[in-house]
């Protein structure tokens, strides 16, 4: 199976996206990070779990507010670009990012901070189909590297369970989708649909739904820029299923201690 589908993916193009696999790339890969991003991330949910909301300053996301349905708490994320770590308040969670370019691939670096203390770390490699991902929780002295390529109208997303390709435990995940734009899945290794991700799109704003035996969310995305294209071409709104309750709604790992 894994062998039929890397076949497949090699002889297919990024211009062929489908607009459900290129609007889940958006979500797998965090493109939506990129600063002046054609796709921002604007909400998430996942009905009777929480909800997510985001907002931007200057083309660059800013903060996030996160509720909880069960206790009806809300809890705020803050993003710094470009700054001092002296800036942070160190009063709640905050986000000290940076970023650079080079040609057509845009370099992040993110620290994760609660209330002063660094407790994950991320370093992210993005050009338009495809990502590098190293991640480091400090809390639990754990790596986690992973790569997901866009390729035609498939995602193949494979992780590593350490800090690169040559340490741990590889799995591969793989998105495919159907005929028509608005219905891709989630298969295993064996072949078998593990969810299915369905796309809507109004004007400029998208969404995608991630249905799975255990869990439903829904992504919304806008397009930030004016002309209005297929997907392929332009922005998304987003839907994503988390795998594993070790992580959170945007698929990071989940700190206990903050």
Request: proline content about 2%; glycine content about 6%.
């Amino acid at each position: 199976m894994k062998k039929i589908l890397f076949c497949l993916l090699a002889a297919m193009q990024y211009a062929s996206a489908n607009s459900c696999t290129g609007l889940y790339f958006q979500i797998l890969s965090n493109l939506y990070l990129k600063p002046n991003a054609e796709f921002q991330l604007d909400s998430l949910s996942m009905p009777g779990v929480g909800s997510m909301k985001y907002s931007y300053a200057e083309g660059r996301l800013d903060n996030y507010q996160s509720t909880s349905y069960q206790d009806n708490s809300t809890t705020e994320y803050k993003y710094y670009w470009n700054q001092d770590p002296n800036k942070l308040t160190k009063t709640g969670y905050e986000y000290l990012m940076k970023d650079s370019s080079s040609a057509d691939t845009t370099y992040i670096s993110e620290d994760f901070y609660g209330f002063g203390t660094l407790g994950q770390q991320r370093s992210i490699k993005l050009t338009a189909n495809a990502a590098q991902i190293l991640t480091k929780s400090l809390d639990f002295g754990t790596s986690g590297y992973s790569e997901i390529i866009l390729t035609g109208d498939s995602i193949v997303h494979t992780t590593y369970k350490g800090a690169d390709k040559e340490s741990g435990i590889r799995s591969i995940d793989v998105y495919v989708s159907d005929s028509s734009d608005s219905k891709c899945y989630e298969t295993s290794s064996e072949g078998d649909t593990v969810s299915t991700i369905t796309y809507a799109s109004s004007e400029n704003n998208y969404t995608l739904k991630i249905q799975s035996d255990e869990f439903t969310t829904y992504y919304y995305f806008t397009y930030t820029k004016q002309e209005t294209t297929a997907i392929r071409k332009k922005g998304i709104r987003a839907s994503v299923l988390p795998k594993s309750r070790s992580f959170d709604l945007l698929g990071r790992t989940v700190n206990k201690k903050y």
